[in-house]
């Protein structure tokens, strides 16, 4: 088996709610998404196609490389399955791998228990065959196997990623309540904003957001901060191939002359900790980092100019707690006011997963785009802030 170069399904997996602009960023990458569902999108592809996936996407979670799809009512015809897969064409009898599984069969009652009687398999073939058997365990770092199991259908994958996608790689200090580096992309997929006018960010935390930004207007792409992938522990990986698509990404990477990108949080940490993820992102040239309130931010005035789509950006809290609700609900007052008088012409959005207090920014949002952060149901409301001009030609 030449697992490289043979053609099969592909699963790329995200976050609940991500999958549209998951999709826009695999046909982007000249891919023909064949489905997509509320937590992934599936395509034909090889696992060469897989390198270029996982150093691409922005949005992803896994990028999963079927191997086969079979039957099993129960665990037992789960092992018998496998035990017959040429296991020793895929993994290297002197490495290291895991096992990773989705599933929902009436016979188990805890997926541990199939997550072992795939590594027996993978183990009891390769003492069969060659006398030896590679060493396994929880870690994600080397080769990753994904089953997933429903009733009675069973199909086993490569995880070509290993560890999650979802994480870029620069946020060494995540600070307070971070925003997942995926959904924060996805978010900014979802705007209006042209990555060429000024992106302001107040309440920015430990920066996700502001950083994200940077990265997709200079077209910095995820595999330029990491260097380990599932993929790169299979038998038939050479560097190679690796190498090929990470010189892509760099000479992807463009300069954005002008480019301002504003950064403020009332908490000097949170500041900090936004630079010192910026310097890694290699981002910090473009982004204006400010203590202080708000309110206090800085607003260029919006020239008006025809395709400029300058954008304010927040992400408040949404407060879980009867008493910082009602704090919260002043705040969110300020920001609809600080909207009204201090960013007219300008694309406003607010990311909360409250959306009672959404009410109190007294703005109608002329679009809401649906998320999810964790298990919370999130909105990032669009508000056009029409100046003066604006109003009177519309």
């Known amino acids: 088996m030449q697992v490289f170069s043979t053609?099969?399904?592909?699963?790329?997996?995200?976050?609940?709610r991500l999958s549209p602009w998951l999709q826009l960023e695999v046909a982007e990458l000249g891919f023909k998404p064949e489905r997509v569902f509320k937590t992934g999108v599936e395509l034909k592809?090889?696992?060469?196609?897989?390198?270029?996936?996982?150093?691409?996407?922005?949005?992803?979670?896994q990028v999963l490389f079927s191997l086969q799809e079979f039957s099993a009512d129960n665990?037992?015809?789960?092992?018998?399955?496998?035990?017959?897969?040429?296991?020793?064409?895929?993994?290297?009898?002197?490495?290291?791998?895991?096992?990773s599984s989705n599933v929902s069969n009436d016979t188990i009652n805890n997926s541990l228990f199939a997550n072992v009687k795939v590594k027996d398999a993978i183990v009891d073939r390769f003492r069969n065959k060659t006398g030896e058997r590679p060493d396994s365990g929880p870690m994600l770092d080397k080769t990753v196997i994904h089953l997933y199991w429903k009733e009675s259908l069973a199909e086993i994958f490569i995880d070509t990623s290993g560890e999650t996608l979802s994480k870029h790689g620069y946020r060494k200090i995540p600070g307070k309540a971070p925003m997942l580096e995926s959904l924060a992309a996805a978010t900014l997929l979802g705007t209006k904003w042209d990555r060429r006018s000024a992106f302001i960010n107040p309440m920015c935390g430990s920066g996700t957001v502001a950083i994200e930004a940077a990265l997709l207007a200079t077209k910095r792409k995820p595999g330029l901060l990491r260097f380990n992938y599932a993929f790169m522990h299979l038998v038939g990986y050479t560097e190679e191939m690796y190498q090929a698509e990470f010189k892509k990404l760099e000479q992807q990477v463009i300069d954005v002359p002008g480019l301002k990108i504003t950064a403020t949080d009332i908490?000097?940490?949170?500041?900090?900790?936004?630079?010192?993820?910026?310097?890694?992102?290699?981002?910090?040239e473009y982004i204006e980092f400010e203590v202080c309130d708000f309110e206090e931010t800085n607003i260029p005035e919006a020239i008006g100019a025809?395709?400029?789509?300058?954008?304010?950006?927040?992400?408040?809290?949404?407060?879980?707690?009867?008493?910082?609700?009602?704090?919260?609900?002043?705040?969110?007052?300020?920001?609809?006011?600080f909207l009204k008088k201090k960013c007219k012409g300008y694309f406003g959005y607010i990311f909360t997963g409250n959306l009672e207090l959404a009410k109190k920014i007294g703005l109608k949002p002329n679009r809401r785009i649906e998320f999810y952060t964790s298990k919370i149901d999130c909105r990032l409301l669009e508000y056009e802030l029409y100046s003066g001009t604006k109003r009177a030609d519309k």
């Open 306 to 337: 025809e395709g400029e789509t300058g954008v304010v950006y927040f992400n408040p809290e949404y407060g879980d707690r009867l008493g910082v609700e009602a704090e919260l609900e002043v705040t969110y007052k300020r920001v609809g006011d």
């Open 267 to 284: 908490s000097e940490d949170a500041v900090n900790i936004s630079k010192v993820n910026a310097g890694i992102a290699g981002v910090e």
């Open 75 to 99: 665990a037992d015809q789960l092992y018998d399955a496998l035990i017959e897969f040429p296991w020793e064409e895929v993994l290297d009898v002197r490495g290291y791998f895991s096992i």
């Open 7 to 16: 053609t099969s399904r592909i699963i790329i997996t995200c976050s609940n």
């Open 45 to 61: 592809g090889t696992l060469a196609d897989c390198i270029k996936l996982n150093l691409n996407l922005r949005c992803a979670s």
